[in-house]
């Protein structure tokens, strides 16, 4: 009986732990906002690319969507998305950055980037770094 408690309270700790660093839920960034009708067509076609698992070609879409509107910070965050999904976390992180850069004072987007930043720096191993991101975006939350 002992050991079945010893179990279940190692089972509890470890559960715990990663409650710690897993990102919180909360809704996609919003939809990209744009005057520009090929930007919108280009960006939608991306989350249908990336809904389809079709990552290079979401890629692409958003790439020309950003030669078009280079200072969009949703289009960086939805290219941000795209390379965490490729297993690219500093390339996702980078962009995230970016993304964040020309959010202004869009809270909601620049906690999701944050989030995302968390996500990256997950995958690379820095859990203190992904702890880091995930309270910045908690903080951002908390403001709105």
Known sequence: MTLLRIVAACALGFLAACATLAPPE??????VASEN???????RNAR???????????AANLERALRIEPRNPTLWHELARVNLHQGQAGQAAQFAGKSNSFAGDNA???AANWRLIGQALTQTGDQAGAEAAFAKAAQLDAQR
């Open 26 to 31: 909360r809704p996609e960034a919003p939809a």
């Open 37 to 43: 009708d090929a930007v919108i067509a280009l960006a």
């Open 48 to 58: 249908d690319d990336m809904s389809a698992g079709r990552l290079s070609t979401a």
């Open 108 to 110: 909601q987007l620049r």
